[in-house]
């Protein structure tokens, strides 16, 4: 007798980006994994998708939202209906590997402690550069690296590991985790809002995996460019707002001396 497969419910958000959408379900049809709910939540884009989306998968659950609820409220929709007993939320502008939930879900079989766990992620547009191996911890000037970023792929990054933080174009995480933490904090808007959820869910109990065994391919910032004054602003409010939640005491005093007579 075989045991059943756990559901995965696969949440991403689409804003005025259906055409990343669709190429991300597209991705989803060569996933060999086949218990799967799919969640597009639309984050009132100008043109409704879900005619463009259901063309591709007739089965996709879409979530209109009448205002932009940022990357945090959008997932949060999703996460509100999920049926899954795992959560894969997942950025829209990624590209899927057809074992990418073997990795996944053997995290979660090997290491009791694991509450959440993210892929190796290499960029779609240059597929043998790496974009992320795990993730280094806030330092006290509120500065973190991701480990392996634009590095050449040679295999130096195959291992399993606890990490700092996930990478919140690809966090997969147990349904049972969600419910005693809660959704992801929506002050944020965009950006530090999966640094902030992490260390909610290791203060929790848990611990945050990397596994090289699951690969994601990102197209990296399509929704809010590369270089834009939207990502500068909320990169650099959200940084003051995850360190005021983070630190306390003297080292937040090092912090905010450092970020308004440097930073700003």
Not at 190 to 198: F, G, M, P, V
Not at 217 to 243: I, W
Request: aromatic share 14%; charged share 20%; hydrophobic share 35%.
């Amino acid at each position: 007798m075989t045991m059943k497969q756990p559901l995965i419910s696969i949440i991403t958000v689409n804003y005025n980006g259906t055409e990343f959408t669709c190429q991300f379900l597209e991705s989803l049809k060569l996933v060999n994994y086949p218990h799967l709910e799919v969640i597009v939540v639309d984050n009132a884009s100008k043109k409704d998708p879900t005619a463009a989306l259901k063309a591709i998968n007739p089965d996709v659950i879409v979530i209109l939202s009448k205002e932009n609820l940022g990357f945090a409220g959008g997932n949060n929709l999703g996460l509100k209906v999920a049926k899954g007993d795992y959560y894969f939320l997942v950025n829209n502008d990624t590209e899927l590997t057809p074992s990418v939930f073997d990795g996944l879900l053997a995290v979660f079989d090997t290491y009791p402690d694991a509450g959440m766990c993210s892929p190796k992620f290499r960029y779609f547009f240059f597929p043998d550069t790496v974009e992320y191996a795990g993730y280094e911890d806030v330092d006290l000037l509120g500065k973190n690296g991701m480990i392996g970023c634009r590095t050449p792929e040679q295999g130096q990054y195959d291992y399993i590991t606890k990490t700092h933080y996930a990478h919140g174009a690809g966090m997969f995480v147990k349904a049972e985790v969600v419910k005693k933490v809660g959704l992801m904090p929506e002050m944020y808007f965009l950006y530090y809002e999966e640094l902030d959820w992490c260390e909610q869910i290791k203060r929790a109990g848990y611990s945050i995996y990397y596994t090289y065994q699951s690969l994601v391919f990102h197209k990296e910032s399509m929704s809010t460019g590369k270089a834009s004054t939207l990502k500068t602003y909320y990169h650099n409010r959200n940084r003051e707002l995850l360190m005021r939640r983070k630190r306390n005491g003297w080292k937040y005093l090092i912090f905010i001396s450092y970020y308004i007579l440097i930073t700003v």
